[in-house]
């Protein structure tokens, strides 16, 4: 009798960090109504390979569901849609306002295109100006604009710290 079919398959995942590897050759197969455990080595679970795998598979989903929307808005899809120039100005984006914070890719994306529509009033090069801002704003603020907004203001909050609480020893452990 057949198996039931998958509805999460992950095959050969392989995964670096810089020069260490730290998955080579998962194979995952989640069928509807089990329940699967990675244990590593050291007796702890990898939840970093669903929080990595659920955010591609987020990822892939949004990026379908906007590519559809905008076809359906537009009637056609433009070359410059699919050009690597266009995956460079996301990158752009998410770096400008802050890569790891939650508004900084929004920031980001609006400051860009402020900047686009803005600068092609004057000039058809706004990708260089573009460009050479971001490389002082990378300069300047190393985690984007709202990182380091997040950053200053974190540290103009006042710390209160808590008073030390007192360690008390209520019972003493005796070797016989």
């Given at each position: 009798m057949p198996s039931p079919p998958a509805i999460l398959q992950v095959s050969?995942?392989?995964?670096?960090?810089?020069?260490?590897?730290?998955?080579?050759?998962v194979d995952l197969r989640v069928q509807e109504g089990t329940l699967h455990a990675i244990i590593g080595p050291n007796g702890a679970g990898k939840t970093t390979l669903f929080n990595k795998l659920m955010a591609a598979v987020l990822s892939c989903m949004l990026s379908g569901l906007a590519g559809g929307i905008s076809v359906a808005n537009h009637g056609f899809v433009a070359l410059d849609t699919v050009h690597w120039s266009t995956s460079g100005l996301v990158v752009?984006?998410?770096?400008?306002?802050?890569?790891?914070?939650?508004?900084?890719?929004?920031?980001?994306?609006?400051?860009v295109l402020l900047l686009r529509d803005f600068l092609s009033t004057w000039t058809d090069a706004w990708g260089v100006v573009t460009g050479g801002i971001f490389a002082i704003v990378i300069l300047i603020f190393r985690q984007g604009i709202v990182g380091t907004l997040e950053s200053v203001l974190a540290s103009k909050r006042p710390l209160?710290?808590?008073?030390?609480?007192?360690?008390?020893e209520t019972a003493s452990i005796s070797r016989t």
């Open positions: 050969d995942l392989r995964m670096d960090f810089g020069g260490f590897r730290a998955l080579d050759g752009i984006m998410v770096l400008l306002g802050g890569m790891g914070t939650r508004l900084g890719p929004l920031v980001g994306a609006a400051f209160v710290a808590a008073p030390p609480a007192a360690v008390e």
